[in-house]
């Protein structure tokens, strides 16, 4: 069969950020621009790039954004995982059996979303690709072309906070995710003086990266709730499943899980605690486009508020723009894509159209990006790995 996969390279690389987001992230305590406890420097990012190829030549790209203190593997454990493991159900494979590939590598493999979502994300411009058609007609079709964005604002004095929300809103952004934690009284200095500056126009979203015990959580979504939260991301430690579920029913903000979400079963388990009223998804949460699409439709029929958020670079930032592109009547908040303002390479050759606070779906077959060979030669920490 000429579309059966023989071929997988991975490369891990590291990406720095742009200076100007270092200096905005040293604004605060720990210099990480949000409350996470985290002691290493926050520089840039660790990415695992994935290619799939077919016996016709088609390749599928995919993409792992890591960050140790959230995701709790690194890129060679990733790569070892594949390497060692999941290439065994993949190489020989056709890739448009995916759901056999993912429950093969589910069954094989326990746990480990970060690394079966890479392969399954490839997989989909792959199919894209052989076929010559967009990822997002392989999700449902297209309901949409543009896409609209949320601008992340990191944690630092309220002045600084409100200066870029300002900034950021010129160039057409109409929703923010703003970083908290520092202390209830920040907290809602920050919001207060963003909500009367700017009106009822915008949309306030916000993250406290586990700041605060449940008690505090509660006092400080209280605090900020006059001035209108669409919802709060991760207040209590990511692991407090059953202290998320207390500050969800006394608190009218609904909660967003994050750090605390990495499988199908997780969000399962939040949800049926009462201790999120938001699905949260990027590429490596719950793993890869299959996944996504299953949370998705569950967080639908429990009558779940639907956002797609993340920092990665081109290949992610197109999957997810797919992802909203198909699901658009279920997506209920503005899409958070922040790679492109936070690194200094996105890794394509021809950058995503973002502007006027909205990106494009792109054009072309599978992700409809090429990626920059060149870029990632440079940025690449080790040699590619190649599974035959």
């Not at 207040?235 to 899980?257: F, I």
Request: aromatic share 8%.
């Amino acid at each position: 069969m000429k579309n059966v996969i023989e071929r997988i390279e991975l490369t891990p690389l590291f990406v720095p950020f742009k200076d100007y987001v270092q200096k905005a992230m040293a604004e605060s305590e720990g210099g990480l621009g949000m409350a996470i406890e985290a002691e290493e420097a926050w520089l840039g990012g660790d990415f695992v790039i994935c290619k799939l190829f077919s016996k016709d030549g088609s390749i599928g790209l995919g993409e792992s954004f890591i960050w140790l203190p959230e995701t709790g593997v690194s890129p060679n454990q990733v790569i070892d995982a594949i390497k060692n493991s999941l290439s065994k159900y993949i190489i020989g494979e056709d890739p448009f059996n995916v759901e056999r590939i993912n429950h093969r590598m589910d069954v094989n493999l326990a746990r480990n979303e970060v690394a079966k979502g890479l392969v399954d994300m490839a997989l989909y411009d792959l199919m894209g690709n052989i076929k010559e058609i967009p990822a997002c007609y392989l999700m449902g079709g297209k309901i949409t072309d543009l896409i609209p964005l949320a601008a992340l604002i990191p944690l630092g004095s309220p002045m600084l906070m409100k200066g870029l929300v300002r900034s950021y809103y010129k160039r057409g952004y109409r929703s923010f995710r703003l970083k908290l934690g520092k202390s209830v009284e920040q907290d809602m200095e920050i919001v207060k003086s963003i909500r009367n500056a700017l009106g009822n126009e915008i949309h306030l979203r916000v993250d406290y990266n586990q700041a605060y015990t449940p008690q505090t959580a509660i006092r400080a979504i209280k605090a900020i709730e006059p001035f209108g939260i669409d919802y709060a991301e991760e207040p209590v430690k990511s692991n407090d499943y059953l202290g998320m579920a207390h500050v969800q029913k006394k608190v009218d903000t609904p909660l967003m899980s994050h750090e605390s979400f990495f499988s199908m079963r997780d969000f399962i388990s939040l949800v049926e605690l009462k201790a999120v009223r938001v699905l949260g998804i990027n590429s490596e949460r719950p793993g890869g486009v299959t996944r996504a699409l299953k949370a998705i439709d569950y967080a639908k029929m429990r009558g779940l508020g639907v956002v797609l958020h993340n920092q990665p670079l081109g290949i992610a930032s197109a999957m997810l723009i797919h992802l909203h592109a198909a699901k658009y009547n279920s997506i209920d908040y503005a899409t958070e894509l922040f790679g492109q303002e936070m690194l200094e390479n996105d890794l394509i050759t021809k950058p995503i159209d973002y502007s006027d606070g909205f990106a494009k779906v792109p054009k072309g077959a599978g992700w409809g990006i090429r990626l920059d060979e060149s870029a990632l030669n440079s940025l690449a920490t080790k040699e590619k790995i190649i599974i035959e």
